[in-house]
């Protein structure tokens, strides 16, 4: 197959052009002895990231605190930000913070068990219900063996919905406890997340099964020693980013409208909002799962802290401020127009097609290169998420460089979906309190930093075929503004 007509991708006669293969012969067949070089540079520690050991631990010791913080000033304060009136004042004030925390932030036997049950309810349905089988990317350091994936968090998905439902209906478990215990149920999953990391970085250490070490104890610890590690057939780190945070993220809006509706009678539109937004983000997860081995979480990112913990506890108890002020505030202080909830639903349902297909798109253009042409079908299917005859720039590494589709238009298409997705979570309680967009605030952030990485590895692995790319999708974001 050709990959693209020159007047798109430049001069047909560069090397870089030349070196093209069918696009559906297998991927671990064509990457070259200078791809494999580069490959092996990529797998060694070459340079700190985040400010080295003293910038990662300054993150593992600050976000905790500003989590605490945060929700202190949600739940205490009305959603303003508080702060010592005087220097007389900060012993006090430090006092009252840390007693917010002792009191309505303890790991008490209510957080464990809930916490816990979910946590090894869905590592259970992981390992015993059906899924749909999924080969992921060459590995480089596994001699480009691919490893295989039992994509099963759509059934699971159903059968949490389904046992939730029960325990609620029959009084075993009422749903709407979660959002009151909020705060217990954030410390508990921090301890998880510290917990977590520091097993999985023994288990790779002592198993000599760790890769790209600096030999700095926190910064290895924070970045990982392990990337693929698995419990029998089970991928923890796919299991970890899909299963708990976004379940946890969705009941905790699922929670905050139950409260909403035994105490006003009615759930907010505000409050269904969140409902749809993270009811969204979780089915879509769950079906394309089969397409997260192809990220570059899953091949590249190792599993340390700062994917553990963001995981297992600051997506699922930093993303959802915005439910925990409305589960505890009149909704006349964030109520819209009918103009208003029209224009934020609309916005979101656009930002998540956008997000959805071009996720799709690049996942299923990498499928074909291993040969896969047929894809799974769950729902929903959206329109345009596959582009039949894909145009793309073969590199010297052996890789390909798609530029059909949304990946025509933008280098991170899906990027910028995803944190106007993000916005619209904050933006649903209006200017009643800044907190809520601390997620879309926060996330900006950690995706330019992650484009800067990737970027950066993109240009050393690929060298002119990334500049050639480069000159062909022009814009890093947004189609002709950045």
Not at 16 to 23: D, F, V
């Amino acid at each position: 197959m050709a990959a693209g007509k020159s007047s798109a991708l430049g001069n047909a006669n560069d090397e870089s052009l030349r070196q093209r293969k069918p696009l559906n012969e297998p991927a671990g067949s064509y990457v070259t002895e200078h791809g494999r070089e580069m490959d092996k540079k990529l797998e060694q520690h070459e340079t700190y990231e985040f400010g080295g050991p003293w910038g990662v631990a300054a993150i593992m010791t600050g976000f905790p605190i500003l989590m605490y913080y945060l929700w202190i000033c949600l739940w205490f304060y009305d959603g303003k930000l508080v702060y010592p009136t005087s220097t007389e004042d900060i012993k006090p004030f430090l006092a009252r913070m840390w007693g917010h925390i002792a009191k309505d932030a303890s790991p008490n036997a209510y957080a464990w068990k809930v916490y816990s049950g979910n946590f090894f309810f869905q590592l259970f349905l992981a390992l015993v219900m059906p899924g749909y089988p999924q080969d992921g990317l060459p590995v480089p350091s596994l001699g480009y063996k691919t490893l295989h994936y039992n994509c099963n968090a759509l059934t699971s998905l159903y059968a949490t919905l389904i046992t939730s439902a029960l325990l609620h209906y029959y009084n075993i478990f009422r749903l709407t406890e979660i959002i009151d215990n909020y705060g217990h149920l954030m410390t508990v999953s921090m301890i998880y997340g510290f917990g977590v990391s520091l097993i999985t970085y023994l288990w790779a250490v002592m198993t000599g099964t760790a890769i790209r070490m600096s030999g700095n104890f926190f910064y290895d610890y924070f970045m990982g020693a392990a990337l693929n590690p698995r419990i029998g057939p089970v991928c923890l780190k796919m299991w970890a980013e899909v299963r708990i945070p976004w379940v946890t993220v969705f009941f905790l809006s699922v929670s905050g409208a139950c409260k909403q509706y035994e105490t006003l009678g009615y759930v907010t539109p505000n409050m269904a909002f969140m409902i749809l937004a993270t009811g969204l983000y979780i089915n879509a997860c769950a079906k394309g799962e089969e397409c997260i081995p192809q990220t570059w979480d899953i091949f590249y990112e190792k599993w340390g802290f700062m994917v553990i913990f963001w995981n297992l506890s600051g997506v699922p108890f930093s993303y959802v401020y915005s439910v925990v002020y409305m589960a505890s505030h009149d909704p006349s202080k964030y109520q819209f127009s009918t103009a208003g909830y029209v224009f934020i639903y609309t916005t979101i349902l656009v930002a998540y097609y956008i997000w959805d297909t071009a996720m799709a798109q690049k996942s299923h253009f990498k499928m074909q290169t291993q040969g896969i042409t047929e894809f799974r079908k769950t729902f929903p299917q959206l329109p345009w998420n596959t582009v039949k005859n894909p145009t793309f720039i073969q590199t010297a590494h052996g890789n390909r460089l798609l530029t059909s589709g949304f990946w025509a238009f933008s280098r991170k298409p899906n990027y910028v979906a995803d944190w106007t997705m993000s916005l619209t979570w904050g933006a649903i309680i209006g200017t009643a309190t800044i907190i809520p967009y601390f997620y879309s605030m926060f996330f900006i952030v950690v995706l330019l930093h992650r484009c800067t990485r990737d970027f950066e590895r993109c240009s050393r692995k690929y060298g002119k075929d990334w500049e050639r790319y480069c000159e062909v999708v022009k814009y890093k974001y947004i189609p002709y503004v950045y």
